[in-house]
């Protein structure tokens, strides 16, 4: 499978431009990488609103849970999907419609017909990567797990 490279400063102008992000797959359950993920984001300033059908109209983090995309009543810039490959298409036609900006399919999510879809209607496309750790690695906040802080070093040489 091919993987799509997507530059530093492309990655970068999204997550500026981005102040609500619906997170479709979002789960209660502190366990699960979509939690910790909309936790990381919301710590630093973006609102996450969950899209998750099992648990409409309870509260994760604060924030309504909503069933769909087409539920929520306010403007979303960014749609992260944590679900299947498979179910990313139909999401990314939720973005689609609801006029978001970008479509992030977490890791391992990649749906190329899809992703050519949304660039089509003009939203921006990221596949398999993880907004957290993408965010985290270009604002230098992830260091504090060891992430190329160049503290921790197993070679015999200095990091230049």
């Known amino acids: 499978m091919e993987n799509e490279n997507y530059s530093d400063e492309d990655i970068a102008n999204i997550l500026k431009a981005t102040k609500n992000i619906a997170v479709v797959g979002g789960s209660p359950e502190r366990n699960r990488p979509s939690y910790s ?4 984001l919301q710590k630093r300033g973006f609102r996450i609103v969950p899209v ?70 003009g939203l921006q496309v990221i596949m398999d990567r993880c ?3 993408e965010y985290g690695r270009l604002s230098g906040q992830i260091g504090f797990m060891g992430v190329d802080t160049g503290i921790i070093n197993n070679s015999r040489r200095r990091r230049v």
């Open 131 to 133: 907004s957290k750790i």
């Open 37 to 40: 993920v909309m936790q990381f």
């Open 52 to 121: 998750n059908p099992r648990a409409t109209g309870e509260t994760i983090l604060g924030e309504k849970v909503y069933a769909s995309l087409a539920d929520i009543p306010f403007p979303i810039d960014m749609v992260d999907i944590f679900r299947t490959s498979d179910a990313a298409g139909q999401i990314s036609d939720e973005a689609i419609a609801i006029k978001a900006k970008c479509v992030w399919m977490q890791l391992g999510v990649r749906n190329p017909a899809a992703a050519a879809r949304a660039r089509a209607a």
